[in-house]
C-alpha cells in the first residue's frame, strides 16, 4: 500500500516542478525582452493596421520593355541631342542649339578647292546584302548611300558605312509612274491617303535608323513621280523634313530645286538604262555639266556588279580630269521658298 500512495506523491511532485521551471524560464524571458525594448525596425501595431497586409510576390516584377532606340554599334555614330525617341522609334531632330543633322553628320570636304565639283546618290542599299557590302568595302567614300527602309538587317551594313566616313540618306518610297504595277512598298507615301496616314509613314520611315544627313525621293528605280505631281502633300513632305534638321533630294532630273526643303535636285540619273555604254554616256554628262556650272548631282537607282565596275573605273580618273568628288552636303541649297 505505501508504494501505491507514493507514486501519485511523486507525479504531483514532478508536475509542480515543472511549472515552477516554466515560469520562471517566460519570467526571465519578459524580463529581458523589457529590458531590450522592441527591435528598432519593427513597426508599432498601429502602423501595421494602417498600412493594411503586406504583399509578398513570389517573382520579382516584370521589367519595364526597353524603349525603341538605336542597336548598340550604331550609337557611337550619333550625337544623342539630335535624337527624339518615339513610339515610332529613334526620331532625328534639331538640337536644343539648333544643331542639324545634315550638318552635324556631313563629311568633311575642304571648301576652298575650286575644282568642278561632282557627287553621287548610290541607292538601293540593304537590298542585297552582298553588293551593298561590295560598294560599302570599295567605293570612295565621298558618294552618299541611300538606304531602303525595308531592309531585313540594316545595322552591319550602316555601321560599315559609317566607319568608312560615308554620308547616309534615307529612301524614301513614294507613289511613282506606273503605280500600283510599280509597288514602292507598303509604307510609301501615296497620293491616295489622307494627309495624316501619309505623315504617320513618314515618321516610321524616318524612324528606321537616325543618323542620315537627309532623305532621296525615290526607292531604286521609282522616283516618286505621281506623289511629287500633287503640290500640297510634297510641300508638307519637305516641311516635315526640314523641321528635323534633314536635307531633300529629289531624283527627278529636270524638276525644280526643293521649295520647302535644303536640297538639290538630281542632274543626271546615271543608271537608266543599265548598261555599261549608257553609263559611261551619262557619267560624261554628268562631268560635262559640273564643268559649265561649277557642281552636279547623279543618282544611281542600285548598286549591280555593272554599275560598281563602272563607278570604280569612271572615279580612278576622275581627278586627272581635273574634277573632285564631293560629298552631298557640298551641294546643299537653302529651300526655293522660306520654309513655314
Request: a neutral charge.
Amino acid at each position: 500500500m505505501s508504494d501505491e500512495v507514493s507514486h501519485p506523491r511523486r507525479g504531483w511532485l514532478w508536475l509542480g516542478l515543472f511549472w515552477l521551471v516554466a515560469s520562471l524560464s517566460f519570467g526571465g524571458s519578459a524580463f529581458t525582452l523589457a529590458m531590450l525594448g522592441p527591435p528598432a525596425s519593427a513597426p508599432a501595431v498601429a502602423e501595421l493596421v494602417e498600412a493594411g497586409p503586406v504583399a509578398v510576390s513570389e517573382t520579382p516584377p516584370p521589367a519595364a520593355p526597353a524603349p525603341r532606340g538605336v542597336p548598340d554599334n550604331l550609337t557611337r555614330f550619333l550625337d544623342p541631342a539630335l535624337v527624339e525617341f518615339t513610339a515610332m522609334g529613334a526620331m532625328p531632330r534639331i538640337g536644343p542649339d539648333g544643331r542639324m543633322p545634315m550638318r552635324a553628320y556631313a563629311r568633311p570636304f575642304d571648301r576652298q578647292d575650286t575644282r568642278p565639283r561632282v557627287a553621287l546618290i548610290l541607292g538601293g542599299i540593304g537590298l542585297r546584302a552582298s553588293l551593298s557590302e561590295e560598294a560599302i568595302r570599295t567605293l570612295p567614300p565621298a558618294i552618299a548611300l541611300a538606304f531602303t527602309p525595308y531592309a531585313v538587317n540594316p545595322a552591319p551594313l550602316i555601321e560599315a558605312a559609317r566607319d568608312r566616313g560615308f554620308e547616309t540618306l534615307l529612301a524614301l518610297p513614294m507613289e511613282p509612274t506606273g503605280f500600283p504595277m510599280n509597288d514602292p512598298g507598303h509604307r510609301a507615301l501615296l497620293t491616295g491617303l489622307a494627309a495624316g496616314e501619309n505623315a504617320q509613314r513618314l515618321d516610321w520611315l524616318l524612324a528606321r535608323f537616325p543618323g542620315h544627313v537627309g532623305a532621296v525621293g525615290a526607292l531604286t528605280s521609282m522616283r516618286g513621280e505621281r506623289f511629287a505631281a500633287l503640290a500640297e502633300p510634297f510641300a508638307q513632305m519637305q516641311l516635315a523634313l526640314n523641321a528635323r534638321g534633314l536635307l531633300y533630294f529629289d531624283a527627278r532630273p529636270g524638276a525644280p530645286n526643293p521649295e520647302r526643303a535644303w536640297g538639290l535636285t538630281v542632274d543626271v540619273v546615271v543608271d537608266e538604262p543599265h548598261t555599261r555604254g549608257e553609263m559611261d554616256q551619262r557619267l560624261a554628262q554628268l562631268e560635262r555639266l559640273a564643268r559649265e556650272r561649277g557642281g552636279a548631282l547623279g543618282y544611281l537607282g542600285e548598286a549591280t556588279p555593272v554599275s560598281l565596275a563602272r563607278l570604280s573605273e569612271w572615279f580612278g580618273g576622275l581627278q586627272a580630269r581635273g574634277m573632285v568628288l564631293v560629298p552631298v552636303t557640298a551641294l546643299m541649297r537653302r529651300p526655293e521658298v522660306a520654309a513655314r
